[in-house]
């Protein structure tokens, strides 16, 4: 296993990505995998089958989009390569482990984005003395109009969490104005997932529980204040960490949902 602060040195990733804190949550969330395997298993599999199933639904296949690609764990990566022209994997860096994967197949290609749409507000304006919080401004890519499979990959409720924790050094906020920023950007994201004329699978935790160690719910969190989804295809549980990880006393576990859009006016 390659050591995190070697994956720290050695991963090509725009400077915006490490001074954000983006590539060392990448790092860390692949080390947490190393760590609860088992315990996340059965989330990534939910999570692939649920893209798999999605999928099925396109009636064209140029290119498919993966948001929020990360180490690859739920992304059903061979099953998406046989069926588009292209396969683009966006995330704010890609480790090493993920890029040799990629060059197996020789339709996927990486790219490296701020999906937020908030980091140039927080460089160039928070971290420049500015109280304004910034807005979140997604941008579609260039060749959108060949997109017809987009891939939200457990990344709504984590939007706000590292911009937040960027702030947090610069400006202080209310726990009002830290709600208004968690709305603004899964808003934002979900107003971006319907500007694509593609089938779209959004897959995303919206609850955590805090369990106890004989499994009694002590309290627990909404991920996505204020906001209301679209019917779920499928939900599940993830088991997130066990009593003694995040909490002394508690386990963290997530209810997921898997949603798929559908272009308006398609008719699919």
């Known amino acids: 296993m390659i050591p995190e602060a070697l994956h720290w040195a050695l991963t090509p990733a725009p400077g915006w990505a490490r001074r954000t804190g983006y590539l060392s949550e990448l790092i860390a969330f692949r080390a947490r995998h190393r760590r609860w395997r088992q315990?996340?298993?059965?989330?990534?599999?939910?999570?692939?089958?649920?893209?798999?199933?999605?999928?099925?639904?396109?009636t064209s296949h140029r290119q498919a989009l993966v948001l929020g690609s990360g180490p690859l764990l739920d992304i059903p990566l061979a099953d998406l390569s046989a069926a588009f022209e292209t396969v683009t994997l966006v995330d704010a860096a890609h480790?090493?482990?993920?890029?040799?994967?990629?060059?197996?197949?020789?339709?996927?290609?990486?790219?490296?984005?701020?999906?937020?749409?908030?980091?140039?507000?927080?460089?160039?304006?928070?971290?420049?003395?500015?109280?304004?919080?910034?807005?979140?401004?997604?941008?579609?890519?260039?060749?959108?109009?060949?997109?017809?499979?987009?891939?939200?990959?457990?990344?709504?409720?984590?939007?706000?969490?590292?911009?937040?924790?960027?702030?947090?050094?610069?400006?202080?906020?209310?726990?009002?104005?830290?709600?208004?920023?968690?709305?603004?950007?899964?808003?934002?994201?979900?107003?971006?997932?319907?500007?694509?004329?593609?089938?779209?699978?959004?897959?995303?935790?919206?609850?955590?529980?805090?369990?106890?160690?004989?499994?009694?719910?002590?309290?627990?969190?909404?991920?996505?204040?204020?906001?209301?989804l679209p019917p779920d295809d499928s939900s599940w549980w993830w088991d997130v960490a066990p009593p003694g990880e995040y909490l002394p006393e508690f386990g963290v576990r997530a209810r997921v949902v898997a949603i798929t859009q559908r272009p308006a006016g398609s008719g699919l």
């Open 95 to 228: 480790l090493w482990p993920t890029r040799l994967t990629a060059r197996r197949f020789p339709n996927i290609r990486l790219v490296e984005r701020d999906i937020s749409g908030v980091v140039p507000g927080l460089l160039e304006g928070v971290a420049h003395g500015s109280d304004i919080l910034p807005r979140p401004r997604p941008k579609l890519p260039e060749d959108h109009a060949t997109v017809d499979f987009v891939v939200s990959a457990n990344l709504l409720s984590q939007l706000a969490v590292l911009p937040l924790q960027f702030m947090s050094h610069h400006v202080s906020l209310t726990p009002a104005e830290q709600t208004g920023v968690i709305h603004s950007m899964v808003q934002a994201h979900l107003d971006y997932l319907k500007q694509f004329d593609a089938i779209c699978c959004l897959i995303t935790d919206t609850r955590h529980e805090f369990v106890d160690r004989d499994g009694a719910v002590e309290n627990f969190d909404n991920c996505l204040p204020g906001i209301i």
């Open 39 to 58: 315990r996340w298993a059965p989330h990534l599999q939910a999570s692939q089958d649920a893209i798999r199933i999605a999928m099925a639904r396109c």
